[in-house]
T-cell receptor, first 112, second 115 residues
């Protein structure tokens, strides 16, 4: 049972345009959500997070939106840059513990 | 910022041997560390939660006798893959909760190849 899903395995965007990466979850006990960026053969690096009490968090070119009723979150990157090309994972944490549950990842390719 | 060092980054071993992977928190103390495994083009799968001074908690389906975890200090957790088989070949990543607002810090990962 996959509790965190990223239904798009890949996304291709032109440089300068907006990239929108989506993530759905099923567990209503998740209270904190994170986005990570990962390059091949490297560990994930933290990008941005959002608490379940908020619906939006912005940090520079990155904005995360949370729709609790739909159990959906999205990461917006604008403007997209070629250096943003990587695999993006969303992750969720439950109130009971501190472990993360990851989505399957979306490979973003930003074309110059 | 919080840094987690993972070593080695790449290792090749023969079937039947054991391999130890180290995960160190360099500038903070981590009472809890996590070990993940990633198969090609797949997500990060949590293998176990490593608790300093106590036994690790393994996820369902992960053999605790095969993947030995030791968290002897607040800055070091080790994962030992015992009697390695080719199917153990994978990318292993550790992470630690640095208790900073920006979430968990990950090591750079270890590519294990068992031949």
């Amino acid at each position: 049972d996959q509790q965190v899903k990223q239904n798009s395995p890949s996304l291709s965007v032109q440089e300068g345009r907006i990239s929108i990466l989506n993530c759905d979850y099923t567990n209503s006990m998740f209270d904190y959500f994170l986005w990570y960026k990962k390059y091949p053969a490297e560990g994930p690096t933290f990008l941005i997070s959002i608490s379940s009490i908020k619906d939006k968090n912005e940090d520079g070119r990155f904005t995360v939106f949370l729709n609790k009723s739909a159990k959906h979150l999205s990461l917006h990157i604008v403007p997209s840059q070629p250096g943003d090309s990587a695999v993006y994972f969303c992750a969720a944490r439950g109130r009971a513990g501190n472990m993360l549950t990851f989505g399957g990842g979306t490979r973003l390719m930003v074309k110059p | 910022g919080a840094v987690v060092s993972q070593h080695p980054s790449r290792v090749i071993c023969k079937s039947g041997t054991s391999v130890k992977i180290e995960c160190r928190s360099l500038d903070f103390q981590a009472t809890t560390m996590f070990w993940y495994r990633q198969f090609p083009k797949q997500s990060l799968m949590l293998m176990a939660t490593s608790n300093e001074g106590s036994k690790a908690t393994y996820e369902q389906g992960v053999e605790k006798d095969k993947f030995l975890i030791n968290h002897a200090s607040l800055t070091l957790s080790t994962l030992t893959v015992t009697s390695a088989h080719p199917e153990d070949s994978s990318f292993y990543i550790c992470s630690a909760d640095s208790r900073q607002s920006w979430g968990y810090t990950f090591g750079s990962g270890t590519r294990l190849t068992v031949v």
